[in-house]
């Protein structure tokens, strides 16, 4: 099908190597780039270059942030600072957000435990997060995803909670399919587990 454009079928490889890029849409997205003028796509790899190079995590949940070693929601005076809200990823943050009911902080793990694909507790924040937990007192709550990965990363860090009565852990309520991801739940979906959540 490429054989005499060597050019295209690089193009089409190397958007094949984006996660989430559904493989139906390859071919639309290489004709949209090739349909726009350069200084279109200038300044998108232009935007893309200065993302990478000036945005970086936070050193204390691990949210993203632009100017400086802590993001606008650990800085935030508004902030529960009793409450922290554990979560895979960032697109599972940005899902609690916009159902505009928490006002706590947040850990972000990087992903889950899947030792299938050499993820474990070394791959994600998990350690980073329990020396959080050594000044800590409040309520965690466990935001992973209800899939099997999820289910396990919210035992073992609850396994190595020392809790007491400065902590208390709590898990999301029913509500949220099994195996779904936050990221694609509905606002209310997400309040409703939120609100409901349960000792753990």
Known sequence: MFKDLPILKNLIQQ?????????????????YFLSKDEKTLENLCRSI????????????????????????????????????????TWHDLIAIEN?????????????SLCPLEGIGPS??????????????????ILATN??????ATASFISSKIDK????SVSRLASGIPIGSTLEFMD??????????RRPF
């Open 146 to 151: 209800p899939t099997p990965e999820g289910e």
């Open 49 to 88: 270059l200065e993302a990478k190079k000036k945005i970086k995590n936070c050193k204390t949940c691990f949210n993203w942030v632009e100017s400086g070693d802590v993001c606008s929601i650990c800085l935030s005076g508004r902030r529960d600072k009793n409450s922290i809200c554990v979560v895979e």
């Open 164 to 167: 007491n009565e400065k902590i």
């Open 187 to 196: 606002k209310v979906t997400i309040h409703k587990a939120l609100s409901g």
């Open 15 to 31: 958007l094949q190597r984006v996660p989430y890029l559904a493989s139906k849409n390859i071919y639309k997205i290489a004709f």
């Open 99 to 111: 159902t505009a009911n928490y006002n706590g902080l947040y850990h972000i793990l990087g992903g």
């Open 123 to 140: 791959q994600l924040t998990i350690d980073k997060f329990m020396d959080r937990l050594k000044n800590f007192s409040g309520e965690i």
